[in-house]
């Protein structure tokens, strides 16, 4: 099981940033996928899960985040997204994307089985 993060960044407060997770070593038809973040000195935050194709499909987010940031995902490209939009200081984090293997989401607040490498996302003027 492999996960990798990228498109991070800097970014001014009000601003957007698209993450993207290329996964291998399980389908996302089959399985879940989400994101958390973690900042300097604070815990891991779920923020997003999106169940297998196979199962509902469906989205659950943070409350932090709700409205702000969409996870999406292309199963042809094994790729995962997280656009996020409005994006204030307190987002600042590395942020993961990371499954349980299994085909519905856990609850965000529960730590995912597997991760890959963060990408760091600064929001900043």
């Known amino acids: 099981v492999q996960l990798q993060a990228s498109g991070g960044g800097l970014v001014q407060p009000g601003g957007s940033l698209r993450l993207s997770c290329v996964v291998s070593?399980?389908?996302?038809?089959?399985?879940?996928i989400g994101w958390f973040r973690q900042a300097p000195g604070k815990g891991r935050e779920g923020l997003s899960c999106?169940?297998?194709?196979?199962?509902?499909?469906?989205?659950s987010y943070a409350n932090s985040v709700k409205g702000r940031f969409t996870i999406s995902r292309d199963n042809a490209k094994n790729t995962v997204y997280l656009q996020m939009d409005n994006l204030k200081p307190e987002d600042t984090a590395v942020y993961y994307c990371?499954?349980?293997?299994?085909?519905?989401?856990?609850?965000?607040?529960?730590?995912?089985?597997?991760r890959g490498q963060g990408t760091q996302v600064t929001v900043s003027s």
């Open positions: 990371a499954t349980d293997l299994v085909a519905m989401c856990s609850p965000l607040y529960r730590p995912f089985d597997y």
């Open positions: 070593g399980f389908s996302l038809e089959d399985y879940s």
């Open positions: 999106m169940s297998s194709s196979r199962a509902d499909g469906g989205t």
